[in-house]
Nanobody, 124 residues
Framework: QVQLVESGGGLVQAGGSLRLSCAASGRTFSSYTVGWFRQAPGKEREFVAT????????YYADSVKGRFTISRDNAKNTVSLQMNSLNPEDTAVYYC?????????????????WGQGTQVTVSS
């Protein structure tokens, strides 16, 4: 069993930055594909970014490409999402998810474990 806890959300002005972290307990995170998803009010959950086992290749949604960076710190058993140039359309609850081994990582159905989410609000 893997427990995931997100942190780092908050309120930021448009153009600002936030760094989200996803901490794992119960298993070594390094052997998992980890993804970030988000859900805005009244909208479906959408894929944001993934970092894939085993070589930590990354993939991003077009809407965040060039602004967000996903990375893994195996020593700390965490995966981070650096978010720059934020705009109000990025406002959502952000969730991290994990699945052991390789996944394409873009569909929520691929993930076995989910965190509780952290709120990101970008003001205009």
């Amino acid at each position: 069993q893997v427990q995931l806890v997100e942190s780092g959300g908050g309120l930021v002005q448009a153009g600002g930055s936030l760094r989200l972290s996803c901490a794992a307990s119960g298993r070594t995170f390094s052997s998992y594909t980890v993804g970030w998803f988000r859900q805005a009010p009244g909208k479906e959950r959408e894929f944001v970014a993934t970092i894939r086992w085993p070589v930590s290749s990354t993939y991003y949604a077009d809407s965040v490409k060039g602004r967000f960076t996903i990375s893994r710190d195996n020593a700390k058993n965490t995966v981070s999402l650096q978010m720059n140039s934020l705009n109000p359309e990025d406002t959502a609850v952000y969730y991290c998810a994990a699945s052991r081994g390789f996944q394409s990582g873009t569909s929520g159905r691929e993930y076995d474990y989910w965190g509780q989410g952290t709120q990101v609000t970008v003001s205009s």
